[in-house]
């Protein structure tokens, strides 16, 4: 590794028995924090969660477009459901889906490679998330279940705000 020299403002006279700059002189080499090349495992496991659900967002899209293609001749008769209503939006619901899975992908990939910007972005998609979980949990009709809308949002925020995540998405170092 290399040494970066650092060079301090000129020190200023102050009365008393303290130095304010402590016990170095005015030049110093300062050893920097190692560069990593890799992400640390809080921001791997978000990333790997994030390329799961993009993978079956994209089979799920890719399976409405091939219903709504014509594959509804081949599964009548499979499901106790009528799905009959879902061949003439087929295609759109099968793009919107195969639109939020690269989406996803590409997130989950700009987190591994630390960005920040969507560092950000995912911390407040998961707030949202808790915020609307706990809104429809607590005043809507009805009964839902509030703990499984609440399991991967409060996953992320934990896991994104670890010192090592921290430090991944300020300097690449941890």
């Known amino acids: 590794m290399s040494k970066r020299y650092v060079q301090h403002y000129p020190v200023e006279e102050y009365e008393g028995d303290y130095d304010v700059y402590g016990d170095h002189g005015d030049d110093e080499y300062v050893e920097p924090e190692p560069v990593r090349r890799t992400a640390p495992a809080s921001v791997h496991l978000v990333a790997i969660i994030g390329y799961v659900a993009g993978l079956a967002l994209l089979a799920a899209g890719v399976a409405a477009v091939v219903y709504a293609l014509g594959g509804h001749r081949y599964l009548e008769g499979q499901f106790a459901v009528d799905l009959s209503a879902v061949t003439g939006a087929g295609i759109a619901v099968g793009a919107l889906l195969v639109f939020a899975a690269l989406f996803t992908l590409a997130i989950s990939r700009k987190l591994q490679r630390g960005r920040r910007w969507v560092r950000v972005l995912v911390l407040l998609l998961a707030a949202a998330s ?45």
């Open 130 to 174: 808790i915020a609307h979980t706990l809104y429809t949990g607590l005043f809507a009709v009805g009964g839902s279940n509030v703990l499984l809308g609440l399991v991967l949002p409060v996953i992320y925020v934990v896991l994104l705000n670890t010192s090592a995540a921290r430090s991944w998405f300020r300097r690449h170092t941890y």
